[in-house]
């Protein structure tokens, strides 16, 4: 069956500009997951959705990263005003149930120039 | 922030000979997961071990966990050119919701 999909794959975009990055997680599971990954390092948690809520937004790193499922299946991340060091790959999953294997899709890399 | 740590960083054999890589954490767990990554498929799970067990096989995969020294071990029997990647352990932290808490990975190199 078709995985986690991530789009777009590549983002180029100015210092000073806004970008959504969306997440399409496997049909049937409620919760779906954000993570950073920098070059050299593990991913890093950033916000965890249970069905259209935020259970979990700790890893937000400011008020300028947003995310939004509002119909519990597609997921939306929003980076205002971005800078060169929100360049990384962003990374999406999913899982049917809480304590479960989470399922990654291959990742947005945002690079800001 | 990171939470565990693998060792080592690198690891290089030879295809046929079997790798392990160690993990270790600093706080207690619900769970902890071993991921795949390559540049070809991205991260793939591999193995889920909960805190009340101490061992778990998936194939040509064993992992142990040691709740008592906070530290886990994968074990990769008989490699292939294949299994070159790097692999990540990760934690889910008890009462941390299902969030993910990675280490620093291991980059295995499997040689023909």
């Known amino acids: 069956g078709a995985g986690v999909s991530q789009t777009p794959s590549n983002k180029v975009t100015e210092k000073g500009k806004y970008v959504e990055l969306r997440c399409d997680p496997i049909s049937g599971h409620t919760a779906l997951y954000w993570y950073r990954q920098s070059l050299g390092q593990g991913p890093e948690f950033l916000i965890y959705f249970q069905g259209t809520g935020a259970a979990d937004d700790s890893g937000l790193p400011n008020d300028r990263f947003f995310a939004v499922r509002p119909e519990g299946s597609v997921s939306t991340l929003k980076i205002q005003r971005t800078e060169r060091g929100d360049s990384a790959v962003y990374l999406c999953?999913?899982?049917?149930?809480?304590?479960?294997?989470?399922?990654f899709g291959p990742g947005t890399r945002l690079t800001v120039l | 922030s990171q939470q565990g740590e693998e060792d080592p960083q690198a690891l290089s054999i030879q295809e046929g000979e079997n790798a392990t890589m160690n993990c270790s954490y600093k706080?207690?767990?619900?769970?902890l997961q071993w991921y795949r990554q390559n540049s070809g498929r991205g991260l793939v799970h591999l193995i889920l071990?909960?805190?009340?067990?101490r061992e778990k096989h998936s194939g040509r995969l064993r992992v142990t966990l040691d709740t008592s020294k906070k530290s886990s071990s994968l074990l990769i029997t008989a490699s292939r050119a294949a299994d070159t990647a790097s692999y990540f352990c990760a934690t889910v932290l008890t009462g941390g919701g299902n969030k993910l808490t990675f280490g620093t990975g291991t980059q295995l190199k499997v040689e023909l």
């Open positions: 999953a999913s899982s049917p149930r809480v304590n479960n294997e989470q399922f």
């Open positions: 071990i909960r805190s009340n067990e």
């Open positions: 706080t207690s767990i619900n769970n």
